[in-house]
């Protein structure tokens, strides 16, 4: 579900504003098991500290009572702040998205914003698991290269995910092919030389060879590399 509202600023610009009966139930399952956690923190801890810097710290919905209903100085104490659960329950399934695309059809609008996602995890996979921060280097080329050889290992990344049909975590297919080793034998071709695991074994049912025992000549690796489609 949507509504748009047009918005009056220097810039044409509107508002579409969804909901989600599943992200619904999603927001409050999520805020549940952030409100267990709240409340198991209040039995085993004498002293709270906040979290400032996560928004979606179990603590926020923790609030220290220093006073009784008539202003009355007491023993302070811990409770749980049902004004904020009530407050972020109210806004639970609803997404909003400020556009100036003015002829763009909402339902392409929403569409775009929900693959916004793949965006953010790009950047993730590229800061975390391929290292592409922080640079120690200074010169522009080399700064350019750095990047450039990220983004390369991002797309050969997801040409394989999506080759195995998204089953396994980037960690486990970095993994495993860090610990694929070919040696080079000059003459025959390629002669394998690590561990064989259910990734290996649908990469070679994708690719069609089989490099755990299968010598591998320069010619069929470039064939392959040829055949290989890019999504």
């Known amino acids: 579900f949507y509504k748009e509202i047009p918005l009056e600023s220097p810039v044409e610009e509107r508002l579409i504003v969804t909901y989600s009966p599943k992200y619904a139930a999603y927001q409050k399952n999520i805020r549940n ?31 220290k009572i220093t006073t009784d209903k008539d202003g009355e100085v007491i023993e302070e104490y811990y409770s749980l702040d049902q004004e904020k659960i009530k407050d972020e329950s109210m806004y639970d399934g609803f997404y909003a998205v400020t556009t100036n695309l003015e002829d763009e059809d909402v339902k392409a609008i929403i569409k775009i914003s929900e693959r916004r996602w793949q965006i953010e995890e790009c950047f993730r996979i590229m800061k975390t698991d391929f290292k592409a921060r922080p640079v120690y280097l200074q010169n522009r080329d080399r700064i350019e290269a750095h990047f450039l050889t990220c983004f390369i290992s991002l ?65 069929k690796m470039r064939n392959i590399i040829k055949n290989t489609k890019t999504v």
């Open 33 to 63: 098991k952030q409100i267990l956690r709240a409340s198991n923190m209040i039995q085993t801890n004498g002293k709270l500290k906040k979290n400032q810097k996560n928004p979606n710290d179990p603590a926020r919905f923790i609030e």
């Open 155 to 219: 797309i050969i990344y997801r040409l394989l995910a999506n080759k195995l049909n998204n089953k396994y975590t980037v960690a486990e297919i970095l993994k495993t092919i860090r610990g694929m080793e070919l040696v080079d034998t000059q003459y025959n071709g390629y002669i394998p030389a690590y561990k064989r695991t259910q990734i290996t074994d649908d990469l070679h049912e994708i690719f069609g060879f089989r490099t755990d025992y299968e010598i591998t000549s320069k010619k």
